[in-house]
């Protein structure tokens, strides 16, 4: 069997954790391949809404086991506060989760590295979560970091302290003052390591082999967006992990051949958090409007997006990398009430009108070219099929479409599962 791939195509927040919520009952397997808890994954249902950080989306599904990839970085404290806000759920979660021995975990001190590095990037920060990724994708590449499966071993706790050392000596490097105390920091993380243990640890690639060679049905759910890709991404204000369809092979041992479905979700429109280019962002009344009713906060920090028009030369840019076969479009309904909508379809850029993502997208290299569209006036957050769609919601799939070479299967009309509508 095909492993098929979520992935989000803009800066993130797309509504990943929504998507795969209504996908999982499709699939025997979830399985999150990097990133760790700078993501906030929102379901809602029942009446209930929940973020998740680290485990995936298929936890509320009682037939799917969830994997946590190689790919991802665990922190254990996060992890295990995750775990207790899903004891209302009544789940079984020691059943359905399972984690790989070659995950990196995130120390105490990859939190204070990152909060040091951060403070002293001043203006240029890259608006990180802080939750120690940066530190702990460092320490993975420069082969010093510490694993899922170290934790059963019996030294492991005389690496950690060397690794904190050494930490510590890099804080101080910084020109920057960081107030903290490691010995409560460290009752706290040895607690939650120890709760951590109680979970299963696999050799997950191997798992997935096995489970694909039983005929079982795989969905990979990403993190994060592609245009915050360590590689492809708005370097350096991206995060440091692949977030690509490539991550899904190398942050869980998928060959590439196995690669099914690519699943790509976009906003109707564009948002960002954190610091970084964003061409089509808007500061005036639309933007606010957009970040008013689609209630645009971050799931982690609470921080507000930035808003914009899509951008359909970055959404092109991405499709591509990603081999994308079917999009999602979410969001619409937050549009409903706007006059009309614009789409960037090529960029200026130097002089030129150009239709790719150049290497430097800053504001003072390109200048957005749109083409504006009249918005759809109707409510869509009660429809429950397409042929309930307005004109100007169907025109504007269409025109997407054309552009984008790719079937909109999916438009979501509001946060709920039940507002969902597919389109075959
Ligand atoms: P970090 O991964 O926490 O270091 O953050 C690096 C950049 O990625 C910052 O601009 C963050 O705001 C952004 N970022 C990280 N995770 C997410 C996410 O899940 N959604 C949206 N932006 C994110």
């Not at 990180?128 to 460092?138: C, N």
């Not at 009752?187 to 390591?193: I, L, S």
């Not at 619409?332 to 960037?344: A, M, P, R, T, Y």
């Not at 109707?378 to 429950?384: A, G």
């Amino acid at each position: 069997m095909a492993v098929d791939l979520l992935l989000g195509l803009q800066w993130g927040d797309e509504g990943k954790g929504k998507i795969v919520d209504v996908l999982t009952s499709n699939y025997d397997i979830v399985a999150r391949f990097q990133g760790g808890p700078n993501a906030g994954h929102t379901l809602e249902f029942d009446g209930i809404k929940h973020v998740l950080r680290t485990i995936p989306s298929g936890i509320f599904h009682d037939n799917t086991v969830n994997v946590i990839g190689n790919g991802v970085v665990i922190d254990p404290v996060v992890f295990v506060q995750e775990l207790d806000g899903l004891d209302k759920f009544n789940l079984d979660y020691k059943k359905k989760l399972i984690l790989s021995r070659k995950a990196h975990i995130i120390l105490p001190t990859h939190r204070l590295l990152d909060a040091a590095s951060e403070t002293s990037k001043g203006k240029a920060k890259i608006g990180s979560t802080l939750k120690g990724i940066g530190p702990t994708y460092m320490d993975k590449t420069g082969r010093n970091g510490i694993r899922v499966g170290d934790l059963e071993l019996a030294n492991w706790k005389e690496r950690y302290r060397n690794l904190a050392n050494k930490h510590e000596a890099l804080i101080g490097f910084h020109d920057v003052q960081i107030e903290y105390n490691l010995p409560e920091l460290e009752k706290e993380f040895f607690a939650a390591v120890e709760r951590l243990k109680e979970l299963t640890f696999i050799d997950s690639e191997e798992y997935l082999q096995q489970a694909q060679r039983a005929g079982k049905t795989i969905l990979a759910e990403g993190a994060q967006g592609s245009l915050l890709d360590i590689d492809f991404g708005t370097y350096p204000f991206v995060t440091s992990s692949t977030t690509t369809a490539a991550g899904a092979c190398t942050g869980l041992g998928v060959a590439p051949t196995q690669i099914g479905e690519v699943y790509g979700i976009f906003k109707a429109y564009t948002t960002r958090v954190g610091s970084g280019p964003f061409p089509t962002e808007l500061f005036d009344d639309a933007g606010a409007e957009m970040a008013r009713i689609g209630n645009e906060f971050g799931a982690v920090t609470g921080r507000p997006r930035r808003c914009g028009w899509l951008d359909l030369v970055a959404l092109k840019y991405t499709c591509q990398i990603n081999g994308v076969t079917q999009l999602m479009m979410m969001k619409g309904d937050v549009l409903s009430g706007f006059e009309e909508l614009k789409v960037c379809t090529s960029y200026m850029y130097k002089g030129e009108e150009i239709s790719h993502l150049p290497y430097n997208i800053e504001p003072e290299n390109v200048e957005p070219v749109y083409k504006t569209f009249p918005c759809w006036k109707k409510d869509l957050t009660q429809m429950t099929e397409v042929s309930q769609f307005p004109k100007e919601l169907n025109d504007y799939i269409a025109f997407l479409e054309k552009e984008l070479e790719i079937p909109i299967k999916v438009v979501s009309v509001g946060p709920d599962r039940k507002q969902t509508i597919h389109r075959d």
